[in-house]
């Protein structure tokens, strides 16, 4: 198990534990702990509607192709954002630190 740290669309912070031997990505672990996050399209990289920002210093893949083409066009992009469905949670991701980026619907 591990801890992830979240900043909900108001501010609040919440402590995530999470299991590293089932294959869950961060998206999961957000609507599994009743966070507001769509995952639309079920974490094929498809919508940004699990879009945060990685506020932590954690070793991260590089952003695949479909992620980029996602962000580029989703809204509230920024430098550190990344689409929740595509970072797995493995044991070197313990204590990262994530906002939840504006829920795009608002636009």
Known sequence: ??????KDR???LHELEGPTDMSL???ELFKAHELPVEGTCGGMALCASCQCYVLSDHPLDGRTDAEEDMLA???HVKENSRLGCQIHLI???DGLE????????LN
């Open 1 to 6: 198990m591990i801890k992830i740290k979240v």
């Open 10 to 12: 108001e501010g609040e």
């Open 25 to 27: 990505n961060l998206m």
């Open 73 to 75: 066009e989703a809204f």
């Open 91 to 93: 044991d070197e991701l």
């Open 98 to 105: 994530i906002e939840l980026a504006p829920d795009e619907s």
